[in-house]
């Protein structure tokens, strides 16, 4: 019998944000624009950093890595969340449904940990700027990388291997607009109360684990900051509100949904856009456009591009 209810299931029903036309309408223009300048402008800054000598440094290859993060973090839900508005009905294979969860928790966990390094490279860079080019060489900075992307798809391996297995009951309708652990979980006619406490430990405890390591450093780079120099701790304080600001919209729907993965209420798939539109849309902004070295590149390739462009 449980195989049989398991073979039924081929497919999930996304509920998305409702029925209403004009809604939706809504949702697909402000929802389109944000993520195609998300992509063009994470795609720029990825671009400038390869394009430009003078950006070959720790700093901007973490920048770049960010940007190219934030890309395939909005390019693996945002389309067809965007292509669904327009739709009637809404599904998405039960395959297709699992790989979706792979990918945004290995995005997810990479840009975490990538999010620390990025912070220890401001704290050395600060704190201990005689010993900057010795501990963050080229070799570190790999190093870091594949650091970053094992533990991206080491936790999000952990997680997917407990639902590949699990057998369900037909129903299959999931009130969001896209897959993820808390919701699927709920779908499996077996008690998943303990998968329930393993995604809580995995997800939500790194969540927030990761967010208090952030807040610590930045506040003790503020701190040194304003000890060595009291004229130059208020730009740091506006440097690191803006990044503040980002960390907390990418790990407040991170820790809200994972922390407390027994839902009762759809606030989760609202929570999740911040994640998946505003914080790669913000990224660039924050972390580049605002820099004074990245705007002079910027501006070096674009009239390179121009000038070539008036050669033919």
Request: hydrophobic share 50%.
């Amino acid at each position: 019998m449980g195989k049989e209810n398991h073979s039924v299931v081929s497919e999930i029903v996304l509920l998305g944000f409702g029925s209403s036309l004009e809604i939706c309408l809504v949702l697909f223009l402000i929802f389109s624009v944000f993520y195609l300048a998300g992509i063009l402008g994470n795609f720029l800054v990825v671009l400038t950093v390869i394009s430009d000598p003078h950006l070959h440094s720790p700093m901007y290859f973490l920048l770049a890595n960010l940007s190219f993060i934030d890309m395939w973090v909005s390019s693996i839900t945002v389309p067809k969340m965007i292509s669904d508005l327009l739709k009637e009905r809404k599904v998405i294979s039960l395959q297709g449904c699992i790989a979706q969860m792979f990918f945004i928790h290995v995005t997810g966990g990479t840009e975490m940990v990538l999010l620390i390094v990025m912070a220890y490279d401001r704290y050395i860079a600060i704190c201990k700027p005689l010993h900057y080019l010795t501990i963050m060489n080229r070799r570190t900075c790999i190093l870091f990388l594949v650091l970053t992307w094992t533990i991206g798809v080491t936790h999000s391996l952990i997680q997917i291997v407990f639902v590949t297995n699990l057998q369900f009951c037909g129903h299959r309708e999931v009130d969001s607009f896209y897959c993820d652990l808390p919701r699927f979980i709920k779908l499996a006619c077996t008690v998943t109360y303990r998968l329930d406490l393993m995604v809580t430990a995995n997800s939500g405890f790194i969540s927030l684990g990761t967010f208090f390591i952030l807040m610590i450093s930045y506040t003790f780079i503020l701190v040194t900051v304003w000890q060595h120099s009291p004229g130059g701790s208020l730009k740091a304080l506006s440097t690191l509100s803006a990044h503040v600001t980002v960390v907390v919209l990418f790990f407040g729907p991170c820790i809200f949904v994972y922390s407390w993965p027994f839902l009762t209420v759809p606030v989760d798939k609202f929570l999740f856009i911040f994640d998946v539109i505003i914080t790669p849309f913000l990224n660039p902004i924050i972390y580049t456009f605002r820099n004074k070295e990245m705007k002079v590149a910027m501006k070096r390739i674009l009239s390179q591009m121009l000038s070539s462009q008036k050669l033919f």
